[in-house]
């Protein structure tokens, strides 16, 4: 037995709590998610003060350029969009066409899509495709697409990227699946491929968030590029 007030439902309090206080809801994020739900799109969103992180981040990193790997809604763009100065940019990339359409009366709605670009098709090859148009380096990339994929979205995140570059990938922990060595699930085996390379890149410097809350136990990974 788990010692009372742990758990499920107390992680989700305090989670209430914190959101509360401090990532409150406006009209643009909350009729993202409503817009979603409506559509039917999974509510695999990050929750409102893992939203408000990504803010921070992007904030603390001074970021203009934003590359966000898995759109789905937008919700997390939307986030990422409001901590972009005058004149910056988030790239986010999206394979389903559905989603993508949803993203954007959602980024309209919420007064972001002038600041977004946002690219069909699999990242994979968006991600080509930014490299080989030259594009300035991100300062921050959030990867959040198919977990199968982070291993090789961490190459091109690399590639996009300067020393100080913020790479930050959500969904690493799962509720502890990562650990599943021997699993035959892509997305665990792809999370602990991602880990590794995270390990053992020497340019990288990275860490693992773990978080509770309204989405379960999960994980942040937050790395920086090293000079
Ligand atoms: N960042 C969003 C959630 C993204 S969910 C938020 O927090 O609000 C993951 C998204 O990645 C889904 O919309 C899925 O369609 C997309 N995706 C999956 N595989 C992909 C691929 N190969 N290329 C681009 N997007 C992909
Ligand atoms: C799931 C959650 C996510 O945040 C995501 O990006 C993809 C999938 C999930 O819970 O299945
Ligand atoms: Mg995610």
């Given at each position: 037995m788990p010692p009372r007030g742990s758990g499920t439902r107390?992680?989700?309090?305090?989670?209430d709590y914190f959101s509360d206080q401090l990532a409150r809801h406006d009209e643009g994020l909350d009729a993202?998610?409503?817009?979603?739900?409506?559509?039917?799109?999974?509510?695999i969103d990050v929750s409102p003060l893992l939203g408000r992180f990504l803010e921070v981040l992007a904030r603390i990193a001074?970021?203009?350029?934003?590359?966000?790997?898995g759109t789905l809604g937008g919700y997390s763009t939307i986030w990422l969009a409001r901590a972009l100065p005058e004149g910056g940019q988030v790239v986010s990339l999206e394979l389903n066409p559905r989603h993508a359409k949803v993203a954007r009366a959602n980024l309209r709605k919420a007064g972001v899509l002038e600041r977004v670009?946002?690219?069909?098709?699999?990242?994979?090859?968006?991600?080509?495709?930014l490299l080989a148009a030259g594009v300035e380096p991100?300062?921050?990339i959030f990867i959040d697409a198919d977990k199968s994929g982070y291993p090789e979205y961490l190459d091109w995140a690399l590639k996009l990227a300067r020393p100080g570059t913020v790479i930050v990938a959500d969904n690493v922990v799962r509720n502890g699946k990562v650990i599943q060595a021997g699993s035959t699930?892509?997305?665990?085996?792809?999370?602990?491929?991602?880990?590794e390379k995270l390990a053992s890149e020497p340019s990288l410097r990275a860490t693992v968030l773990q978080t509770v809350g309204i989405k379960g136990h999960d994980g942040f990974a937050v790395a920086v590029v090293l000079g």
């Open positions: 107390q992680w989700i309090a305090v989670d993202a998610l409503q817009h979603n739900q409506d559509a039917g799109l999974p509510a001074a970021a203009r350029r934003i590359l966000e790997i670009d946002l690219r069909v098709g699999r990242a994979m090859d968006s991600l080509a495709a991100f300062d921050m699930d892509p997305d665990v085996q792809g999370v602990r491929r991602f880990t």
